[in-house]
Structure formats: structure tokens, C-alpha cells
């Protein structure tokens, strides 16, 4: 059993928290099954000298696989995809993987970095107490909109066409917490909207959603 | 030779964006001609309706390869690890490759969205003139103890080995940045100070740099 125990995927994640969540996705979709190892990111455990030692950056999610040890959603989610090739994350055409690399990087590096729990913190502490929400609310819509423009030329039911690709495992945690946590009207974005609501038909999104986790609190819990 | 012209790759570049940087490195890495298209940052030539046409995000650098128009420095690298296998970016070992995206995402995702032209600018207008490069300076400073942290256990006379792998692409323009615009001082980053040294020795990466590209500024010209 200790053996057994061992081998089994563990995922270091916060419940709300977007990154966790596109590898959550990840794992139902290949129908992996894994450890969740709750970091209770508003109490800042993950700044606990035991998670930096685990991953440096202090941020979840952090895969852990044996002597593996991986942080950042993206690195996990290839290395996934890389060593568990079922139910694969990436078309097999090289525009299609570019086009699911560039959607997943706009939400990862030109939206996510800006609603993360420190820079609110600061937005809040310098500019005033709405002032975080708006700054954030600004970054999204700004992302929104030119996800809008790219994915308007490949878009089917998914993002990238009529099956569920890496673009989509980014978009869903996004655009949900842009509606759950920053109110954000997704009239003004008709394609995301329309694609969320696909995503929340299939049970490997809506399972790893926020109002479903270990550690979600009772008055969040779906 | 209308035929030949099309079919060689552009690239719309800045000379300073250390986005475009990754990008440069990697197709001299591969030994890939491309035409350099110039797009001004600070004009803010990547706000014309003409380039927002091509990248609906509105930053360089934008890659077109005959019909594929791809923008993010991420989703281009992938693309032409995939089309042009020589010079691989990547190792063979999953754990290995998994490091390299790691440390890929922290420049890309927790440093550089912090220090770009528009939250600079943000900083400025809201902070005081100041606050901008203090901000970046902090957030370059938490990114690049992070990275200590991570390498330390993996480095060689590169980031992850003694081969020059994906990450070290991220790193060479992001500790370039750090010195040339915002000052850190690299004595407290004793391992990305040495590995810079390192890149500076290869002419895949020293052509890359800022000094050296077609649309350089006279006086920062190498």
C-alpha cells in the first residue's frame, strides 16, 4: 500500500485559484487520479518555509510525481500531456498548437498575472480600497477582447474548433473567475460566454471548478 | 523571387522587447533566416489598426510563416521547435523539460507582464515618476530569487544543464533588461549572473541582444 500510495500524483492547489484549476481539468480529462493537498492561499500558505521549499515561487499549483516536482499550470500540463498521452491537450497540426500555445499564454502572461492575490494587495494599499477590483476587472476586459479577435477565425463549439484543447483548460478557469470573483459582463464577450457555457456541460470542467474542491468553504460550495 | 520572398519567415520586432529577445535567440539557435519587420513600442506602433489586424493583443513579436500568423514568444517558440527540429530547445527528459517550462513560465508569467510598457506606465501616472522602475525592479528582484532557488539544483554553464535549452532563451533577455533598463544589481544573483555570462559568449544570443538589431537606436548600437 505504501508503495502504492507513493506513486500516485499529488497537486498542491488552492480551491479558488485559476492556475490550480486548468491542471484540475487536465487530470479529469486524461482520468488521472491525484492526492489534493490543500495551500490555503488568503491565510498565505504558500508562503510557509515548507511550500517554498517545495516550489519557489510560492505560487500552486505544484505537481508532484515521485522525485518530480513541478510548478507553473503550463509545465505541468505538458509534462503531463508528455507523459500521459491520453485524451491529448494539443491538436495534431502545428498552426492549431500555435494557436492553443498563443491563447493559453494570452490568458497566462497578459491577464492572470494581473488579478493575483499580491498585486491586488497592492493596487489596494496604494490606490485605495475599489481600487484593485477595478484595476483587475480593466486587465480582463482588455485580455477579453483580443481573445475575442483571435479566436474568432477557429472557434467551434470549444475555442480552437469542436473538441477541447489546451486554449480551453486556461480559457474556462478565467472566464469563470472573472464572473464569480470580478463581476465582469460577459455580454460584451459573446464567444467566451458561448464556449463557457459548453465547458460546463462536460463533467472534467465542472468537477474541477472552484465550488467543487477538498478545501472549497461551505458558503462557496456548489 | 516573389515566390522565395514569401516564403521566408518575419518577424515584427522592437529592439528592446525582450519578448521579440526569445524569439531572435531561438531562430539563430536554428539557423533560421527571417526578415526583420520593425514595430516602434514607444511610438506605440503596435496600437495601429494595420498590426492589431495581425495580433489582436497589440505586442510584438508576431511570427508569419506563408499563412500562419502567430503572436507570443511562448506560442512561436513551440511552433518552431515543432516545424524546425534542428538545434532542439528542448532535452529529451520529461523532468528535464518540465524544469525548462518552469522556468520559461516565471520569466513570462511572473517577471516580464510586470515590467512592460503599459503597467510602466500605469506605475508612472498613478505612483509618481519614479515608481515605475522601482516597481519593476522589485518584481525582477522576487522573480529572479525565485529563480536561484529553482536552478540551483539543476544548473550547469546553463540554466538546466550544460546544453542551452528553452529556458536560458527566456532568461539571456530578461537579465539583459534587468541590467540594461532597470539596474538591478546581479551581485545578489550570483547563478543568473554567471550563466549570463555565459550567453554572452555564443553569437546565437549576442546577435539577438538589443544592441544589435536593425531598428537600434544609434546611440545604444553595440
Redesign the interface.
Known amino acids: 500500500m505504501a508503495g502504492e500510495e507513493s506513486k500516485k500524483l499529488k497537486l498542491y492547489s488552492d480551491w479558488l485559484s485559476s492556475c490550480a484549476c486548468r491542471v484540475r481539468i487536465g487530470l479529469n480529462l486524461k482520468g488521472l487520479e491525484y492526492e489534493y493537498v490543500p495551500v490555503n492561499l488568503l491565510k498565505g500558505e504558500q508562503q510557509t518555509p515548507e511550500f517554498?521549499k517545495l516550489n519557489?515561487?510560492?505560487?500552486v499549483p505544484v505537481l508532484v510525481d515521485g522525485?518530480?516536482v513541478?510548478?507553473?499550470s503550463?509545465?505541468?500540463l505538458?509534462?503531463l500531456e508528455?507523459?500521459f498521452p491520453q485524451h491529448s491537450l494539443l491538436p495534431k497540426d502545428?498552426?492549431g498548437?500555435?494557436?492553443n500555445?498563443?491563447a493559453a499564454?494570452?490568458v497566462?502572461?497578459?491577464i492572470?498575472?494581473?488579478q493575483n492575490i499580491s498585486?491586488l494587495k497592492f493596487m489596494k494599499e496604494?490606490?485605495g480600497p475599489d481600487a484593485d477590483f477595478a484595476w483587475a476587472r480593466d486587465q480582463i476586459r482588455r485580455?477579453f477582447?483580443?481573445?475575442e479577435?483571435?479566436l474568432k477565425d477557429y472557434s467551434g463549439k470549444y475555442a480552437t474548433g469542436d473538441e477541447v484543447f489546451l486554449a480551453d483548460l486556461f480559457l474556462a478557469p478565467q472566464i469563470d473567475g472573472a464572473i464569480r470573483i470580478f463581476k465582469v459582463d460577459m455580454d460584451e464577450f459573446p464567444l467566451l460566454a458561448r464556449i463557457f457555457k459548453a465547458y460546463l456541460e462536460l463533467p472534467a470542467f465542472r468537477d474541477a471548478m472552484p465550488g467543487r474542491q477538498p478545501d472549497t468553504p461551505a458558503e462557496h460550495r456548489d
Open positions: 517554498l519557489p515561487v510560492g505560487f522525485d518530480v513541478l510548478a507553473d503550463f509545465a505541468i505538458m509534462y508528455e507523459k502545428l498552426h498548437r500555435g494557436i500555445y498563443q499564454n494570452i497566462c502572461s497578459s492572470q498575472p494581473y498585486i496604494k490606490l485580455g477582447a483580443a481573445l479577435k483571435l
